[in-house]
């Protein structure tokens, strides 16, 4: 009775830690300087990652980028693919090039804040742009459930991005 007792409350303790329940109707958003990226599950397989510059000065094209996608829950794990996901070319860039715009609200989107120093001794800093202006370009991707918060980490042979998503 008693070693019953103590199983049953492990299992309602493990129960109540899973994450997060259904995902149909939900987003989650990840929100830096100007600019929100939200994630935003319309039913049991399609999702929409919508990135929003808050930049008035912006061209129309760049205030608004929509990646439309299918997804796929495994317990805490999501896997992701881009509706316009080519399997044959799988060269995809972790992100989407944001073209320089000289705007007076997203500085971070600017020439100057795009480059790096010249020289640097010791470790590599992002620079602005990295910090709030890239955009995941999500192709056959894998997000994870932490903590009722989810993560999209991407990376290739030069660099790494991630965001965690509220």
């Known amino acids: 009775m008693k070693f019953r007792l103590i199983y049953l409350i492990t299992i309602l303790i ?3 830690c899973s994450s997060i329940g259904s995902l149909s109707g939900k987003s989650y958003k990840y929100k830096s ?3 929100i990226l939200e994630l935003k599950f319309e039913n049991d397989s399609l999702c929409t990652l919508e990135n929003t510059f808050k930049c008035k000065d912006l061209k129309p ?3 608004k980028i929509l990646i439309k996608c299918k997804y796929n829950r495994i317990n805490d794990t999501i896997f992701i693919q881009n509706i316009e996901f080519d399997d044959g070319n799988v060269n995809y860039d972790i992100a989407i090039n944001v073209p320089t715009q000289e705007n007076s609200k997203c500085k971070f989107l600017n020439e100057k ?5 010249e020289f640097q001794i010791g470790p590599s800093y992002q620079t602005q742009y990295e910090k709030h202006g890239l955009v995941p370009n999500i192709d056959l991707d894998t ?3 932490v903590k009722n918060h989810i993560l999209l980490l991407k990376q290739n042979e030069r660099r790494s991005i991630g ?3 509220k």
Not at 113 to 117: C, E, S, T
Request: charged content about 35%; proline content about 0%; overall charge positive.
């Open 143 to 145: 997000l994870y459930i």
């Open 113 to 117: 804040n795009r480059r790096k120093g």
């Open 33 to 35: 300087k100007r600019r």
């Open 61 to 63: 094209e760049l205030q």
């Open 14 to 16: 493990l129960a109540g």
């Open 163 to 165: 965001f965690i998503f």
